[in-house]
């Protein structure tokens, strides 16, 4: 039974890889790497890693996928196979086809280099079936076990990684910022008719600070609207 | 089923994520693949893990999916930048770091 399930996760592991690595568009590549994690969610519980699994399932396949997808959605970017690549017929010409054979080449021998390490090694116990397992609430790979590990043991690689989460969620921010908020965006006419139901000179950061003079108090046009909106709401629309 | 087969498993999305890396132009593809490489060495850690029956190689990969989840986050935010700045998404335009 286990073998078969085995076998079954390990032809949906490798075959979403597959799909990540020559998928042309990128969506595709991202769903694929979705039904990749599942099937690798069904390996760790072969191994009886069933928090890690869960872990997978809900931070990896969930979140972290989601965010890809609207990466994906938002950039978009051009797709292309991998064929297409290796000979060079892109868009743009055979620019580094022969260093992407050569990738190409690499990544092979290295995976011959890792078999011959990982199967052909010393290790007698690499043939086994893995140490003794004894079910139990506290048995191996259950949330008590890794929780008792990561708050005892590994404490500090615990707050370590939660440092990590921290430094890595303002960098993001930061990087993902708009620059210069005050810049040409082809966007702000879609919210003016939002602020037509706003009377005029109600008091915007735009007119307090005098770049949107009050002359034309009666009838304002439509492109002041436009700025106007632009200076409100530049600042964290894509955020 | 005995751990060797599982490691073989891994070193093969290892090597089909490191393939992708090296071959695919879009930045976003080339993350996809990264952590392609990330699941390989993660699927080793725990069989290595349930072999010894010992729980470090488990923390070990919960710790390695913290830092994909930080990869990602900072990847894709600078993805997004060269987006905001109309710079092209493909890696072999991108061939210069000046800002």
């Known amino acids: 039974m286990s073998s078969v399930l085995f076998f079954i996760a390990a032809i949906g592991v490798i075959s979403g890889a597959v799909g990540v690595v020559v998928l042309r568009n990128p969506f595709f590549s991202v769903l694929a790497l979705v039904a990749h994690l599942l ?88 043939n086994g079936y893995g140490a003794g397992y004894a079910p139990g ?52 006419d879609a919210l003016a008719p939002l602020d037509l139901a706003r009377p005029w000179g109600t008091g915007t950061i735009a007119e307090g600070a005098g770049m949107l003079p009050p002359a034309d108090q009666g009838s304002p046009g439509r492109a002041d609207r436009a700025g106007e909106s632009r200076v409100e709401t530049g600042a964290g629309r894509h955020s | 089923m005995s751990i060797a087969w599982y490691l073989a498993v891994s070193a ?43 729980g470090d190689g488990q923390i070990l990969a919960i710790v390695v999916m913290t830092v994909a989840a930080c990869e990602v986050c900072i990847g894709l935010g600078m993805i997004v930048a060269l987006y905001r700045r109309h710079l092209p998404i493909d890696t072999d335009e991108l061939r210069e770091l000046q800002g």
């Open chain 1, 137 to 188: 609430p506290h048995a191996y790979g259950t949330p008590a076990y890794i929780g008792k590990l990561l708050l005892t043991r590994f404490l500090l690689v615990f707050e370590l990684a939660s440092f990590l989460l921290l430094i890595a969620a303002v960098g993001g921010v930061v990087l993902a910022r708009r620059r210069g908020g005050l810049g040409e965006d082809d966007e702000a």
């Open chain 1, 39 to 126: 099937s690798l969610a069904v390996l760790f519980l072969l191994l009886r890693a069933e928090f890690v699994a869960a872990v997978q399932v809900v931070v990896y396949a969930g979140a972290v996928m989601v965010l890809y997808v609207f990466v994906v959605a938002y950039v978009g970017g051009e797709g292309e196979t991998l064929g297409e690549r290796l000979r060079g017929v892109g868009a743009h010409g055979p620019v580094g086809s022969g260093l992407r054979l050569g990738g190409a080449i690499v990544a092979g021998a290295l995976l011959v280099e890792l078999l011959i390490a990982l199967l052909g090694t010393g290790l007698e116990a690499v």
């Open chain 2, 12 to 54: 093969i999305v290892f090597s089909l994520g490191a393939v992708g890396v090296m071959t695919r132009r879009n930045p976003l593809v080339v993350l996809l693949c990264l952590e392609l490489m990330l699941n390989g060495g993660n699927l080793a850690l725990i069989a290595f893990s349930r072999m010894w029956g010992n």
